[in-house]
């Protein structure tokens, strides 16, 4: 009964019939009316009570089936219209299915699926000879604009990288690009090494000519005024290598403005700047590749100044002479546990210290074999820098990353073992990684310390014991170069023991220059060159000259 009457209700609201109040009367219950009784209380006997009960009973009953037999009849005639109402819709549907075929298209689909079930799909032999396309995200080539291997932006292919040549010296293959001050992308490029400004730049490494040194009596107030007031009047930019700088150097044993700057996809960049721009407004850079990875350290020998040392991810040191255009065979080769940092032991260019990616110190001497080379372990888990003492060449710094025993230790070489070897100096107050840990370059008597905690540190080393493991001056300096850029690298004058340059993350973009007690004393920026952070930074011997290095492979000169 309660279905019949609920699909009447939906009847009436799909037709938009108004139920009349007179069928909503008729389908209410009657209720038995009231009898008034006006008789006076009082007691009634028991066969007078059950009449009374029985009387209303009777009229209940003959009311109530008089109504259910009126909604019996009604609620049949909206069950009877409900029922054609759907036999219609029903028909209206089968006919549209009619119309349309669907059953003929069910059965062939049916069909179709049962004849190939039993059926092997052909796989399509590839042509012979046929490359298989490789995306780019496969080939760990990066979407950026240029200067990419076998990619460019107008669809050019660029320059290849240089190939892994680890047993046979070979001639450089330089690249002569020359730009101009308006125009710092090189469009022009000579190949050919009969180019002027290179042979030029050639026969200035042939040359013994030796640079005036500047007067180290002046005081760190005076020679900051001077270095600022020089530097201050000019600066220029030139892109060096192809993409972002890793590792930079400037000539040391000559008056001009040489650098070299180390990029990432294994190229090496040289500049001459004062063979710049002379008659026809013109910058000669030239570069190699005597890497395929990316270049991780780069010095010019202190002693013999035409040959320039590099270590890089492809696990090899090697050396290039600039004299005869050279470049040698690796003199160092291990690409599990590439070498990160090198330095000099001592003032020749024959024996040096390496720091490896697995945390091993390399003593090599270009006299001996490799076979020779003596490996020792420090206990750090990897290394970032490397640095040998100055005037005692027994001690030297590392600094790296280990929670356990610390971010920058200090050596004796008289006292290494083959795997854990024990630190005579734990530099104390490092809370993370630490970049670097350089001694000052005339006495070693300071050595600064640039630390992933945000803090730069100076420790006294005049006496390599205890009481140089306690900072004597730290500071604040924001250190988190992030991912896109190079790790900053204090460099200290090199003629000065209370002079480093630093780069720096303010804005607008500039290079920071700190004495030996970390009081910033000049800043060198050009708001209109200058755009872009300066990771590393090297000041020039014998001249009041500051060169800068970013990430795009641009290289700053500040000064003339």
Known sequence: MSEVRHSKRLLAKSNNV???????????VAKPPKKQTTT??????????????????SS????????????????????????????????????????????????????????????????EKREVGVPVRKSRRLQNIKPEDKDK???????????????????????????????????????ETNNNKESSKYTELI????????????DESLSVDSFTKKLESNTSSQCVVEKVVQSRIYAIDIHPGHSDIIMAAGGREGD????????SYKGDDKASIFSFFPHSSPVKCLRFAPDASHKLYSCSYDGMFRCTDLNSETVSKAIYDDEAYPPMY???????????????????????????????????????????????HPVDSNYFAVSGNDKTLGSALIFDMRKLLRKASHPVVTLHGHTKAANSAIFSPITGNKLVTCCYDD??????????????????????????????????????HPTRDDIFVMGSMHKPRQVEIFDSDLQLRCVLNDAEIMKSVCSLNRIHPSRDVVVGGNSSGRVFIFGQ
């Open 18 to 28: 108004n139920v009349s109040p007179e069928k909503k009367q008729q389908a209410k």
């Open 40 to 57: 006076k209380r009082k007691n009634k006997s028991p066969e007078a009570k059950e009449n009374i009960r029985k009387t209303a009973e």
């Open 60 to 123: 209940v009953d003959s009311s109530q089936s008089d109504d259910s037999s009126d909604i019996d009849s009604e609620d049949e005639d909206f069950y009877q219209k409900i029922q054609n109402q759907r036999r219609k819709l029903e028909q209206e549907k089968l006919k549209i299915i009619q119309d349309l075929n669907l059953h003929q298209a069910a059965l062939d689909l049916q069909s179709s699926l049962k004849s190939n079930s039993g059926t092997k799909k052909k796989t």
């Open 149 to 187: 291997e076998g990619w460019s932006a107008s669809g050019e292919v660029s320059e290849p990288k240089a190939q892994r040549i680890t047993e046979e010296e070979h001639k450089i293959d330089p690249v002569v690009k020359e730009t101009t001050k308006k125009n710092l992308d090189p469009k």
């Open 203 to 214: 026969e200035i490494f042939k040359s013994e000519l030796k640079a005036e040194f500047p």
């Open 268 to 275: 090496v960049g040289i500049w001459n700047l004062d063979t």
């Open 342 to 388: 090198f330095d000099f032991i001592g003032k020749n260019s024959q024996s040096f210290l390496i720091a490896k990616y697995g945390g091993d110190v390399v003593l090599c001497d270009t006299r001996e074999s490799e076979d020779r080379f003596k490996t020792y372990g420090t206990g750090m888990r990897s290394l970032r820098g490397v640095s040998v």
């Open 455 to 492: 803090r730069l540190r100076v420790y006294n080393t005049s006496v390599i014991g205890e009481s140089a493991s306690k900072p004597c001056v730290s500071i604040h300096h924001n250190n988190h170069t992030g991912r896109w850029l190079a790790p900053f690298q204090p460099a200290w």
